[in-house]
């Protein structure tokens, strides 16, 4: 038999393990290692998801903005106990008491001028007065004309002059606002309306700074405004026009907007700008950060906005304390601490008027106090040192984006090395971390950061790396099946299955015994076969062998034609691979005989010679290096060092000693129970240290019968009386070892010892002899 390694050249065999420090394997950069075990798709995996995040789709804006307003529910504005903004509401009990709306324009000037008698500085509409009033005088005289009196006689015109010479409604409104002042509203539209004539004279002023800012607003094709007489007449101009998000809910609004060319401010900055006298607004732009940064208001008032020059509404819950009635103003009963000093804005309430919009903390708010709410804010922040002012920090993404990097690097690192149990808890304790975190930069700081984002990518990318690793132990076991299920037993097989780590290319030390297991005369039984007849023979041998192996937990390394090698204690645990090893060595022996008696009957069916099969067997137990062994393409799991070759040599050496199974000392030492008997020290070829070789003769109840324990005392004696050059003792103990032997093939044995006394009789051994006797052959 050849040489399974040789341990004097195979530099694996000589040294097994990676001489570099454990430190440098640590910090060493492998392919395998960083972009192994699914993170190379995972890397891929993030970079798609940061690239969807810079995108920003509708679906991942919505999921950030619902956990906003997820915070303002749990959070709303407080409103400051100053309550700087009153919302006179056209509600239903002014509907009820003054009539259905629109009321004339007399109407609303009493109510202007009533307001500034209860000291209000300023006033804004949050409605428009797009046409002249109905009930003008002259409109009631042109109607009046127009009748015929009941005799069927036109009303003399001159009877109308009166009517004609009365100032219209709408004047006598632009009366009343001009001595308050007052911002009208208009309404944003889409469409271009022709003929409306020159507004540029009524827009607000504005000065930029930074860059363009007209490709960064919000647009509106054109405005409903209001009549000429009124717009000349207001201080300021105001858009009252706020769109909801995609969902419907009003969340921010643009504090100016790009009308056809022109900047306009929202109604709410308006009435900021008219009650702090101001004549311009001052835009702040940062080409570089992508938009508008600012809207400074005076000195007083400078709100950051997002590069689109909105900002979000930091909404209170609904509070009636905040509206008085239109009614009540009219009547003058309402209460003047209510109105005094106070920014008023004319609203409504009132369902049938269709003013009522969606917000995050109600669902269901009338539409004016989405603009008291900002002016609060505002006022509140800079006027009262309370902040109110919600912000979305223009570095927000860039920290959400640097958090998506990190905790999804952390995961792709950890993950497969860790596991998906551990890194569960890691991945609970960023996305905890994470929303913690962006509460408390809301609750503490008005800020806002989304966690969702950020904590979907961890999500997706564990579940992706979880799935990896479970396919990838998944075909690590289909490997460890398919690679040991001929080999080991199904039960060795699954406990192999759930740690596949131990197959990874590499070999680690081990204490373990080896089996060797040939055909002896091979070529002359192999003569009485054809190919196909020695291929079924040879299957038929393997076969029953391998079984009894694989039963007692062994693993066969490799057939090598009629050899068995096989190995216990690899890739799993058996501290009784000794006592296994033994136990699978006698019952192949005595398998052996019941195949020989079919392939005798087998042999008579063909009409062919049958020649018996007898085998021999080496045991050697010892430190070896086991593993898997090859490249990273293939590679098998085997066994190779010292102990192996070895136990090849005692293979080869059953024949010599003429026993079935010879095994190494360390072999007898863990087979505890079974019965041996010392054969000899030998030298074997390859080795300079000689070896104490055992016949393993039986099993326990073998060693503990009568018979052999007198077999074993006589055994003894004769190899005592062999090693003490005490010639004739020997030969007269080995006939009586042969007497007593029972049915133990242990003649031949004795047949050697009788061959070596008379060459020792011959030429005798050294005086200092230590009994070793130097194999030549393997």
Not at 88 to 96: A, R, W
Not at 710 to 738: F, N, P, S, T, V
Request: charged share 25%; aromatic share 10%.
């Amino acid at each position: 038999m050849n040489d399974v390694t040789n341990s004097a050249t195979d530099p694996v065999a000589a040294k097994p393990e990676n001489t570099k420090p454990r430190w440098y394997k640590r910090i060493s950069f492998r392919w395998s290692d960083w972009f192994g075990g699914g993170r190379g798709v995972a890397l891929l995996l993030l970079v798609l998801l940061i690239f969807i995040r810079v995108l920003d789709p509708q679906v991942v804006e919505v999921l950030r903005l619902k956990t906003f307003d997820l915070y303002q529910n749990m959070k709303p504005r407080v409103v400051p106990p100053q309550r700087p903004v009153v919302i006179i509401d056209l509600d239903e009990k002014s509907l009820f008491d003054i009539g259905q709306w629109p009321w004339a324009r007399t109407t609303v000037a009493q109510l202007i001028d009533n307001l500034r008698e209860y000291g209000v500085p300023v006033v804004g509409f949050d409605i428009v007065f797009a046409e002249p009033d109905r009930m003008n005088p002259s409109n009631l005289a042109d109607t009046l004309a127009a009748n015929i009196d009941a005799s069927g006689a036109k009303l003399d015109l001159e009877q109308l002059q009166p009517l004609y010479a009365l100032p219209s409604n709408d004047k006598i409104l632009a009366d009343a606002i001009s001595k308050l002042a007052t911002v009208v509203g208009q309404g944003g539209i889409n469409y271009k309306v022709e003929g409306k004539g020159n507004y540029e004279g009524r827009k607000p002023s504005f000065a930029i700074r930074g860059g363009k800012a007209d490709k960064y607003l919000y647009k509106f094709a054109d405005l409903t405004r209001n009549v000429d007489v009124l717009d000349s007449a207001a201080t300021g101009h105001g858009v009252f026009s706020v769109n909801p998000e995609i969902d419907g809910l009003i969340r921010r609004i643009p504090l100016v907007l790009n009308v056809d060319g022109a900047l306009y401010s929202a109604l709410s900055m308006e009435l900021l700008r008219v009650a702090t006298g101001q004549k311009t607004m001052l835009l702040n732009i940062d080409e570089q950060a992508g938009g508008i940064q600012s809207l400074q208001v005076g000195r007083a008032f400078n709100i950051p906005t997002d590069i689109l020059g909105r900002i979000f509404v930091y909404y209170s819950r609904y509070d009636r304390d905040k509206y008085v009635s239109a009614s009540s103003v009219l009547n003058k009963t309402a209460k003047r601490e209510d109105l005094e000093g106070k920014i008023a804005i004319i609203g409504t309430s009132a369902v049938g008027l269709l003013d009522i919009k969606a917000t995050p903390v109600e669902r269901q708010l009338p539409g004016v106090e989405v603009h008291a709410n900002v002016i609060e804010s505002v006022i509140s922040t800079y006027g009262y040192n309370v902040p109110q002012m919600l912000e979305r920090p223009f570095y927000a993404q860039g920290i959400e984006a640097i958090f998506i990097i990190v905790v999804g690097l952390a995961l792709i690192i950890l993950v497969p090395r860790i596991g998906a149990r551990w890194t569960l808890i890691l991945l609970l304790v960023v996305a905890t971390s994470l929303f913690s975190g962006s509460w408390y930069f809301f609750s503490q700081k008005l800020q806002l950061f989304d966690p969702v984002y950020p904590t979907l990518t961890a999500v997706v990318l564990y579940l992706y790396l979880t799935y990896a690793s479970y396919a990838r132990e998944e075909a690590q076991r289909r490997l460890v099946r398919g690679q040991f299920s001929r080999y080991m037993s199904p039960k060795l097989v699954e406990e192999l299955a759930k740690n596949p780590d131990k197959l990874r290319l590499g070999g680690e030390m081990r204490d373990m015994t080896l089996l060797f297991c040939d055909v002896r005369g091979f070529t002359t039984v192999s003569e009485q076969f054809t190919a196909e007849g020695l291929t079924q023979l040879i299957n038929r041998f393997l076969t029953p062998m391998t079984d009894i192996i694989v039963d007692r937990e062994g693993t066969i390394d490799k057939y090598m034609g009629d050899c068995i090698m096989a190995f216990w204690n690899a890739p799993l645990d058996d501290p009784e691979h000794a006592h296994n090893a033994a136990d699978s060595a006698l019952t192949m022996m005595e398998r052996l005989d019941s195949l020989n008696e079919e392939l005798r009957l087998w042999a008579e069916e063909e009409g062919r010679k049958h020649v018996p099969l007898n085998v021999g067997i080496g045991l050697n137990s010892g430190i070896a290096c086991v593993g898997n062994m090859g490249s990273e393409q293939r590679f098998d799991y085997s066994v190779l060092g010292d102990t192996v070759n070895t136990a090849a040599r005692l293979e080869g050496q059953s024949k010599t000693y003429g026993v079935d199974i010879v095994i190494g000392e360390e072999t007898k030492k863990g087979a505890v129970g079974y019965a041996t008997l010392e054969l000899d020290l030998i030298q074997v070829k390859g080795k300079t240290e000689a070896v104490r070789i055992f016949g393993l003769m039986g099993k326990p109840d073998v060693a503990t019968a009568d018979w052999f324990l007198k077999l074993k005392e006589k055994h003894e004696a004769l190899i005592e009386a062999y090693r003490g050059q005490r010639w004739d003792e020997a030969i007269a103990l080995g006939k009586e070892c042969r007497q007593i032997r029972g049915e133990l093939h242990i003649d031949g044995f004795y047949d050697l010892i009788d061959e070596r006394v008379e060459v020792f009789r011959e030429a005798p051994p050294p005086a200092d002899w230590d009994g070793v006797f130097i194999a030549t052959s393997k």
